[in-house]
């Protein structure tokens, strides 16, 4: 039995990878920012002593999270506010307090009269294209020149799509066949 590259048993297990790419299926920054916040939450203990433990904390901590702790992608709401359509009355609210102090002392507000920020019109993990939409991938910028892509490369190893689909079942040239063999 010969040794293969992780990477290629990882393509012949059916199983993508993954390098922090923002907009690919398996990104989730929100999930990455909640596990974050547990993580650091003052109150989360070193050790659970058992799973009945664990879930009784992580019950009371997602009640917490969900209506009490404000985040910077509502705008500094709960999700609560947004879900329960209290955002527009919460930020009309959170400016009349902005405007009165302001009004008591301007001096500590250098940039002018303070202002909440926006409300979010929505708040997508991964957002979906539009059809009109041109793709990114296909079409790259570079200085002084544009430079175009494939709208379906091949991946090096084991000639895969983005996707994670085998696009062909040998590599088309000799230099795909010398990257799979060096991967």
């Not at 008591?104 to 979906?128: C, D, H, Q, S, Y």
């Not at 544009?146 to 983005?162: K, N």
């Not at 085998?166 to 000799?174: D, E, G, Q, V």
Request: aromatic share 10%; proline share 9%.
């Amino acid at each position: 039995m010969l040794a293969t590259s992780v990477a290629l048993l990882l393509a012949d297990l059916g199983v993508g990878q993954t390098h922090g790419r923002p907009h690919v299926s398996n990104d989730n920054p929100f999930s990455e920012s909640q596990f974050k916040t547990l993580k650091y939450h003052p109150e989360f203990p070193d050790r659970f002593g058992s799973l009945p433990d664990a879930r009784s904390f992580l019950l009371d901590f997602f009640v917490w999270y969900n209506t009490m702790h404000h985040h910077s992608a509502l705008g500094w709401l709960t999700p609560y506010d947004v879900h329960h359509g209290l955002a527009a009355t919460r930020r009309a609210a959170r400016e009349v307090t902005l405007r009165q102090a302001f009004a008591a002392t301007p001096e500590r507000f250098v940039r002018g009269v303070p202002m909440p920020p926006p409300l979010p019109e929505a708040v997508w993990i991964n957002k979906p294209r539009a059809l009109a939409e041109p793709d990114r991938i296909a079409m790259v910028d570079e200085p002084g020149e544009c430079v175009a892509r494939p709208a379906e490369w091949r991946s090096a190893v084991a000639g895969r799509t983005r996707d994670a689909e085998i696009a062909y079942s040998t590599p088309a040239n000799a230099e795909e066949l010398a990257l799979a063999v060096t991967h």
